[in-house]
């Protein structure tokens, strides 16, 4: 069959080969001096001893049945249930490996999008300028009103909310910067517009917050950078951008935060990860360099968990700084969740992926916090999570840094392996697991996907459940009928043993009365004409091998045929540069409509007629006649140097013939045909019905380039056009995916 090829297959037919159910064709006949022999005399039949025949029957029927359906019954119970369990643990396996290189690739685009941002020539001028801007500030001083009303703004507003937030109390000048720079932007711009409503940050008034109007240098920067670095952050995504020069300082901050204008090696922020994220690109001195920090309760932001991707900001010649910018938590969690619609990604109703980092707390959102916070609440308790843990949770709406995860999943993935487990969860209870380690650069994380094994294995206990009550019904059905058949099968066979003795002692003349209209009174008939029908099975059983010959001849080649008559059972063969020809016939069903069932079949008689003599005169091999279709090959039985040309050749041939029928029958039937090259299997399949058939990519790639359109037309893959002469008219008709990526179809005028 064509495996792969958008779930066609092309095997249409297949052709029983009878045997004697021995793999010979025929078999020994009685002579004739055997069947004329006189009978040998028959020895009187003695007293019977023990159990009738009835009743050895019936015990032999019930045994037999019992103790099948019995066998029956435990193997598919057996094969049954760990085939389910082997579906929903490799479900599960699948969805996590989807999940985990989802997230891969997004921190991958990230991360290389921070670092052409860096690169970019608005960021390195947009950080020359304001890196002088911030010099030209470390000029401007407050006025004792100016720095009461800064202090003001912390003890006021920042500081009371960061409380709330993060817990902790704070002095008033614990995040003014040391410097006079940064005091003076956050004057002029933090106190200013990075305000509060409802105890929350008002981050959009931030971002739009325009010119502070002091005419200072970092202002008329900052008014025309600020724009560039908006269109970043909307185009990505991004949580926020900070610009450091190279002594640490942040001389910008997208949303003015109260980061702006801090020292990141000597400020509140000195032992961050961000600090030393700073430190790690800037010590290489080169602007290919990037760090990304794990998760953090990033102060700036009253304590919300934060990751940092950081690159330096210049170019071959010089580095003037580095670009800091925060991944969202949403970009995670949308990545796990699949924008929270679990259910559609086979998670059923308690399945979820989450990370977890090497300080076992997960770094990302639960999803029964997400969908029912209360209950995620006593589960947590219920399994040791402390209480006030629990309900700061649910607070915040999140488990970032917060719910710790010790289960053995999470051990395995952090020693570097990979697997699936039955084990309890972070929120108890049996959970089928599929763990793993998290190839991201910089992060130490491991990926668990998780769901009850209650939910998972639901289909398991349904499947018992009908299983048992199907085997006890067949048991129940077979006993009645048992009993049953020994009574019928009684009286004839007392015949049938009587007839048996007088043919064992070699009189072939027995006649048996045909009595009942059944099938023993069929069997007694059949055995009156066992003699004469020997000799008339063997000529049939001889004209039957002519015919297999034959047979096997139309279906296979003959060296396929010889191995399949050696006993072969798996017969196969890999050929290379074959081309392969996928025709179909468009319009056909609405032709053959205008037909009575004769008049269809001798009109696709006709036409695959003129296929098969194109086939001949071209030199291209047909392997299957489909109903509105064709299936050929050229070089898999004669290997050819030019079977792409044939291939094409045959096709073009096609389309005359079919035009020609049109002509003939009124008829207005188009060609679709795909051609591909390549390597391309043959062989049989199946065992008591046989087909011979081609499958591999090239049969694949025939099938899929002639629907790239959907319309008439013969369309080839870049293999094989790359192969035909320059005189060929061929246009492109579009592109199709393929393993190795897009491939380019062709068609041919």
């Known amino acids: 069959m064509c495996r792969g090829a958008e779930g066609a297959s092309l095997s249409t037919t297949e052709t029983d080969v009878p045997t004697n159910g021995t793999g010979d064709t025929g078999g020994p006949i009685p002579s004739s001096r055997t069947a004329s022999a006189a009978p040998r005399a028959i020895p009187a039949r003695r007293r019977r001893v ?3 025949i009835q009743s050895k029957l019936l015990i032999m029927l019930l045994g037999v049945s019992l ?4 066998i029956v019954g435990v193997i598919g119970f057996v094969s049954g249930r760990e085939s389910l369990k082997a579906a929903a643990i490799d479900q599960l396996t699948t969805i996590r490996e989807l999940r ?15 670092t052409l941002d860096s690169r970019n020539l608005s960021a390195q001028n947009a950080s020359v300028a304001l890196n002088t801007a911030f010099e030209e500030a470390q000029s401007r001083t407050l006025t004792d009103e100016q720095q009461a009303e800064l202090e003001a703004y912390y003890a006021d507003e920042f500081n009371p909310a960061l409380t709330a937030r993060a817990g902790g109390t704070y002095a008033a000048g614990a995040f003014i910067p040391e410097s006079a720079a940064g005091q003076y932007l956050q004057y002029a711009y933090t106190s200013k517009v990075y305000r509060f409503s409802g105890g929350e940050l008002d981050f959009e008034t931030a971002f739009a917050a325009g010119n502070a109007g002091d005419g200072s240098p970092w202002s008329a920067a900052r008014e025309r950078y ?5 269109r970043i952050i909307d185009a990505s995504g991004y949580e926020d951008v900070l610009m450091l020069d190279t002594e640490g300082n942040v001389v910008y901050a997208a949303y003015s935060g109260t980061d702006l204008g801090m020292n990141v090696m000597t400020g509140p922020l000195k032992d961050s990860q961000l ?53 969202p938590i949403d970009l995670i969690n949308d990545v796990l969740t699949g924008d929270e619609r679990w259910k559609e990604q086979g998670l059923g109703d308690t399945g979820e992926v989450y990370i977890v980092g090497s300080d076992d707390l997960m770094r990302s959102n639960s999803r029964l916090l997400i969908e029912y916070p209360e209950a995620f609440e006593r589960a947590a308790v219920s399994n040791g999570t402390p209480s006030e843990l629990a309900a700061r949770e649910v607070e915040v709406g999140g488990t970032v840094l917060l719910q710790p995860v010790n289960t053995e999943s999470v051990r395995l993935a952090q020693q570097g392996k990979s697997g699936t487990s039955i084990s309890r969860g972070y929120l108890g209870g049996e959970n089928i697991t599929a763990y793993t380690p998290v190839d991201i650069a910089g992060l130490n994380w491991v990926a668990v996907a ?16 009908n299983l048992v009550i199907s085997t006890l019904a067949i048991l129940l059905a077979v006993s009645l009928l048992s009993m049953l058949l020994a009574q019928v099968f009684t009286r004839p066979i007392r015949r049938l043993a009587d007839a048996v003795r007088r043919v064992a002692g070699g009189d072939l003349s027995v006649q048996v009365p045909a009595g009942s209209r059944d099938e023993f009174g069929d069997l007694g008939n059949a055995f009156n004409d066992m003699s004469s029908s020997l000799r008339v099975k063997q000529e049939l059983l001889d004209e039957q091998r002519v015919e297999n010959e034959r047979l096997l001849h139309t279906l296979m080649p003959e060296t396929v045929a010889k191995r399949y008559r050696d006993g072969e059972e798996t017969i196969a063969e890999v050929h290379q540069d074959v081309s392969v020809i996928f025709a179909e016939l468009v ?26 003599e194109a086939a001949d005169r071209i030199g291209v091999e047909k392997v299957r006649t489909l109903r509105n279709g064709y299936l050929a090959s050229s070089g898999l039985i004669v290997p050819r140097v030019d079977n792409v040309r044939r291939a094409v050749d045959f096709a073009v041939e096609l389309r005359s013939v079919i035009s020609r029928f049109n002509a003939q029958h009124e008829a207005s039937i188009e060609l679709r045909a795909g051609v591909s090259t390549g390597t391309v299997t043959s062989g049989l399949v199946g065992r ?15 099938y899929r380039v002639r629907g790239v359109t959907g319309s008439p037309g013969i369309y080839v893959s870049q293999a094989v056009k790359d192969r035909l002469q320059e005189g060929a008219r061929i246009v492109s008709a579009g592109t199709i995916d393929t393993a190795t990526g897009s491939e380019t179809v062709w068609r041919v005028d």
């Open 688 to 702: 008591t019905s046989l087909a011979y058939d081609l499958w591999g990519d090239a049969v694949n790639l025939a």
């Open 50 to 52: 023990g159990l009738s």
């Open 587 to 612: 319009g056909w069903d609405d032709y053959a409509t205008t037909l009575d069932g004769d008049e269809e079949l001798a009109a696709l008689n006709a036409l695959m007629r003129g296929f098969d």
């Open 275 to 327: 600090a030393e994220a700073y430190r790690e690109v800037m010590a290489t001195n080169s602007v290919s360099a990037l760090a990304t920090t794990d998760y953090e309760r990033y102060l700036p932001s009253l304590g919300v968990p934060a990751i940092w991707v950081v690159s330096p900001v210049g170019n071959s010649e010089r580095v003037t700084g580095a670009m800091a910018v925060q991944i």
């Open 226 to 230: 600020h724009d560039y670095f908006q």
């Open 67 to 70: 103790v099948s359906s019995i």
């Open 100 to 114: 985990t290189g989802e997230l891969e690739r997004v921190f991958g685009g990230v991360q290389t999008g921070v």
């Open 450 to 465: 998780r769901i009850d094994t209650a939910e998972a294995f639901a289909p398991v206990a349904d499947f018992t459940r």
